[in-house]
Structures are given as structure tokens and as C-alpha cells.
């Protein structure tokens, strides 16, 4: 507790619990149908994938953590992405074991389209803000972020 702030009441405490699950929720729905409809990809996928827009190619368990998935998981996910032609596989030279993964020319075509799309409706979205309400936002969410951690 920060020195001058008092303890929330449980009805405060109910009442921000209840708009955060709002705001989780809602960014959940809003990132899902943006995924779905702008490159064909789901959410779970889109966020396995994003990390391959900064780097060229990665491992499989780095996408999994990226994802929060097992390393099980990512691979059957991979393999349902390589399918469609949307991601490469290949050994490590440096290490067999190693699976590295890079997105196809269409592969990046299309998570560049989606995540350029969610950019520009996020953009517009926080139009509703003023540019004091926006900076407000941000520290507060930044400060949201660690206590969200805490109580994980």
C-alpha cells in the first residue's frame, strides 16, 4: 500500500475485480475477431507468431513461451501452420534436436496485415481519449501490470 492510500473496501474491490475482467474480456473478443478476420490466423496462433515479426527465425520452445503453450502444443500448432502454408521448419544446424521456425513469404504477408490492422483500430479507439486521459492510461496501466503480476 503506497503511504496515504487506505485499504479498498470489498465493494471497491468487487467494483475494480469486475471492470478489469470487463477490460480482459473485451480485448480478448476484440483481438480474436481482428485475428480471424484480417489473416485467417487465431488468437492463440497470432500470439505464437508475433515474436516472428521482430526476428527472421526462432525456436519452437521460444514461440511456445511467447505463447504460453507447452512445447507439445506449439508443435502441433506449427504443424497446422506449416499445413497452410504459413510457416517453415527446419533442424538447427548447430543442434538436431533444435526445430527453428520462420514465416513464409505468406506468412508474413499475413501477420503483417493483421497486426497494421489492429494498430489502426487500436489507433481509432483511443481517440475516445483525450491525450491527458491517454498518458493517465498508460501509468495507470503500466502500474496495473506489476500488481496484476503479484496476485497471480
Same mark, same amino acid.
Do not use: Y
Given at each position: 500500500?503506497?503511504?496515504?492510500?487506505?485499504?479498498?473496501?470489498? $465493494?471497491?474491490?468487487?467494483?475494480?475485480?469486475?471492470? *478489469?475482467?470487463?477490460? &480482459? &474480456? *473485451?480485448?480478448?473478443?476484440?483481438?480474436? $475477431?481482428?485475428?480471424?478476420?484480417?489473416?485467417?490466423?487465431?488468437?492463440?496462433?497470432?500470439?505464437?507468431?508475433?515474436?516472428?515479426?521482430?526476428?527472421?527465425?526462432?525456436?519452437?520452445?521460444?514461440?511456445?513461451?511467447? *505463447?504460453?503453450?507447452?512445447?507439445?502444443?506449439?508443435?502441433?500448432?506449427?504443424?497446422?501452420?506449416?499445413?497452410?502454408?504459413?510457416?517453415?521448419?527446419?533442424?538447427?544446424?548447430?543442434?538436431?534436436?533444435?526445430?527453428?521456425?520462420?514465416?513464409?513469404?505468406?506468412?508474413?504477408?499475413?501477420?503483417?496485415?493483421?497486426?497494421?490492422?489492429?494498430?489502426?483500430?487500436? $489507433?481509432?479507439? &483511443?481517440?475516445? &481519449?483525450?491525450?491527458?486521459?491517454?498518458?493517465?492510461?498508460?501509468?495507470?496501466?503500466?502500474?496495473?501490470?506489476?500488481?496484476?503480476?503479484?496476485?497471480?
Amino acid at each position: 500500500m503506497t503511504p496515504g492510500n487506505k485499504s479498498p473496501n470489498p $465493494a471497491e474491490v468487487d467494483e475494480l475485480v469486475q471492470a *478489469a475482467d470487463a477490460v &480482459f &474480456f *473485451a480485448m480478448r473478443k476484440a483481438r480474436s $475477431a481482428g485475428a480471424d478476420r484480417d489473416a485467417g490466423l487465431s488468437l492463440p496462433q497470432v500470439t505464437m507468431l508475433e515474436p516472428l515479426a521482430a526476428e527472421p527465425e526462432l525456436p519452437v520452445g521460444r514461440l511456445a513461451a511467447a *505463447a504460453d503453450v507447452s512445447i507439445p502444443t506449439a508443435t502441433r500448432m506449427l504443424q497446422q501452420l506449416e499445413g497452410a502454408g504459413v510457416v517453415a521448419r527446419r533442424r538447427s544446424p548447430e543442434d538436431e534436436r533444435k526445430v527453428l521456425v520462420a514465416l513464409t513469404p505468406d506468412g508474413h504477408e499475413r501477420l503483417a496485415r493483421l497486426l497494421a490492422g489492429r494498430r489502426a483500430r487500436q $489507433a481509432e479507439a &483511443f481517440e475516445a &481519449f483525450s491525450p491527458a486521459e491517454r498518458r493517465q492510461l498508460v501509468a495507470l496501466l503500466r502500474r496495473l501490470v506489476p500488481v496484476i503480476d503479484s496476485i497471480g
